[in-house]
Every structure is written in structure tokens, then in C-alpha cells.
């Protein structure tokens, strides 16, 4: 129950920096598996080190023998025991390749949010997002508790925007 109304919108890039697309050579006329998953391992390891997480796996379908230009193929990433989703498209001899959600580290999340709404709104703040690694869909929302030290609560809407750099967030 909200005993006061607390309110705010701001804009807040919370993710892990963005994973729009990759790319890499993969040679010859068939797609070399390893070449691909080593691929999406890297670069993914990369956006989940300062969230302190690592792949864990990477399994692809098969996009067959020789697939042609624009072939698209799909990828599961899997961090902390939660699944990543990745499009792979074949481009003459490259492999592009795009992350469908972003990883949020939920209680990295609480924390960076606590800061940016007790900032906004002033009076001490505390968010609970719960733990975890997340992964969230350019559109997604995700709630999470906000209080205060008088026992004021509400509820924090976080939006995830499509860039990852101007995602935002609400509190009823």
C-alpha cells in the first residue's frame, strides 16, 4: 500500500553496455560452429564482466551446408542460468550476429536505482529489484519495490528502451 504518492520519470541506462550487433569472417563455404559460439562467448563475456557473470554456454542451430547470403540462424547464450536469445545471419563470408535482450544484473539494478531515485526524488530510498541475472527485451518492464525511511512504499516501473541508453523508470 502506498501510504504517499511518489513519482518520478527519468531516463537511466542500466544494462550492460549494448550488444547491437557482431560480426566475424568465417571462411571457406560452411559455417564453422565453434567459430561461431567462441564468437558469441567473447563478446557476450565482455558485457557480463562488470556485472560480474560469464557464459556459461552458447548452442546454435545448424544453418546447414553452404547457406546462402542472408540465412538466418539461431543462437541461445546461456549466463547464470538464464538464456540469452541471439539472431545470427549469414553474410557471404561473415557471420553477423545480434543479441535479442540485455543482461540486468537485478541487484546491481537496485543498487544504481536506489542512488538515481533517492537523487531524484530526495529523503533516503531503498529499491529491491531481487537477484539475479535478467534478460530483457527492448520494450520489457520490470517492477521492484521502492521505500523509504518514514515507510513509505511504492512501486518502480522500469522501462527497457530499444537504444539501451535512454531506458527509464517511474515510481507510484
Known amino acids: 500500500m502506498i501510504t504517499r ?18 560480426s566475424f569472417s568465417v571462411g571457406g563455404s560452411s559455417i564453422d560452429q565453434d567459430k561461431v559460439t ?16 560469464t557464459t556459461s554456454t552458447v548452442t ?20 547464470s542460468g538464464t538464456d540469452f536469445n541471439v539472431v545470427s545471419t549469414v553474410a557471404g563470408n561473415d557471420v553477423n550476429f545480434k543479441f535479442v535482450e540485455r543482461p540486468y544484473d537485478m541487484k ?3 543498487e544504481t536505482l536506489t542512488a538515481a ?3 531524484k526524488m530526495g529523503g533516503v530510498k531503498a529499491v529491491d529489484c531481487g537477484e539475479g541475472l535478467r534478460a530483457y527485451a527492448p520494450g520489457a ?22 537504444s539501451g541508453s535512454d531506458d527509464q523508470w517511474v515510481v507510484r
Not at 546454435?60 to 547464450?77: L, M, R, S, Y
Not at 517492477?143 to 512501486?155: I, L, Q
Request: aromatic content about 6%.
Open 5 to 22: 504518492r511518489m513519482s518520478a520519470l527519468i531516463f537511466v541506462s542500466l544494462a550492460a553496455p549494448i550488444l547491437a550487433s557482431c
Open 38 to 53: 567462441e564468437s558469441i562467448t567473447e563478446t557476450f563475456n565482455k558485457t557480463l564482466a562488470p556485472l560480474g557473470h
Open 60 to 79: 546454435c542451430d545448424d544453418p546447414g551446408k553452404n547457406p546462402a547470403d542472408g540465412t538466418e540462424f539461431d543462437c541461445i547464450a546461456t549466463a
Open 108 to 110: 546491481k539494478t537496485a
Open 117 to 119: 531515485v533517492t537523487e
Open 141 to 162: 518492464t520490470f517492477t521492484c519495490g521502492v521505500g523509504d525511511s518514514e515507510g513509505n512504499t511504492g512501486t518502480l516501473t522500469y522501462t527497457v528502451s530499444e
